[in-house]
């Protein structure tokens, strides 16, 4: 097992997908603690707009973050099939607003390919790679990278301060 890899490694690897504004996102299966069906989310005062708010798990307070404002889109519109999948990174966990989820997909990790070049680089650094299937593109999400990217990074900083 190679330490730290959420990413691109050899072998297969296992992706929950999901979808937002059209497209089909995915997240490596160790990178995601569950998946919930939407609960009640508490805006935040001044959050920044990618900050959906706040809500229980199980008596936590968990972050809620809209990832599609986070990765320049509009704001997600959750209906009926809406979801939040709860990702978890060490001790930090966090809620990402879908619109739905997608099948469990095992890919083969030689498949993944590298993120578009015309990509917004803020963008382009979220992502482990791109994999084509017979339905589409499916955006891979570095768990890593979205862990320590700046926004999300301030709210660590953010929990930390906190007793």
Partial sequence: MVEGSTGVASGSLRLVCFELRGQELALPIEDVRETLTLRPITRVFLSP???AGIFSLRGDIVPAVDLGVLLGLPRTVPGDDGRLVVVE???RV???LVERLRELRTVDADAVEAAPANLAPEVASLLAGVIATPTGT???L???ALFSSQRLGALAREEGASP
Avoid: Y
């Fill in 138 to 140: 499916v955006r891979v």
């Fill in 49 to 51: 707009p990618w900050l």
């Fill in 89 to 91: 990174h060490g001790a």
């Fill in 94 to 96: 966090v809620g990402i």
């Fill in 142 to 144: 570095d768990g890593d």
